[in-house]
């Protein structure tokens, strides 16, 4: 994936964590066990998607940082 698909997923997976905190609210004022227990599964995975895409990020980051620089010290020569 590009960087820049990988910061709008991101963004989208973070929007939507947001967007479902007054859901479970709602859900746990109305006393709904089975859909507020379901939407918690679901933060949780969106939680740990957007964990795996800053990991990704930083991993292309970090490959984007070491080809440049082997660019450089071969210049440099």
């Keep these: 994936m590009k960087r820049g698909k990988v910061?709008?997923?991101g963004i989208t997976m973070y929007c939507l964590l947001m967007l479902s905190i007054p859901l479970l609210l709602y859900f746990e004022i109305q006393d709904?066990?089975?859909p507020g227990t379901i939407l918690v599964v679901v933060m949780f995975a969106l939680g740990m998607g957007m964990l795996w895409l800053s990991d990704y990020e930083d991993e292309q980051a970090a490959k984007a940082k070491h080809k440049h620089s082997a660019r450089?010290?071969?210049m440099d020569r």
Aim: net charge positive; hydrophobic share 65%; glycine share 0%.
């Design 7 to 9: 910061k709008i997923a």
């Design 32 to 34: 709904w066990l089975l």
């Design 72 to 74: 450089m010290r071969s």
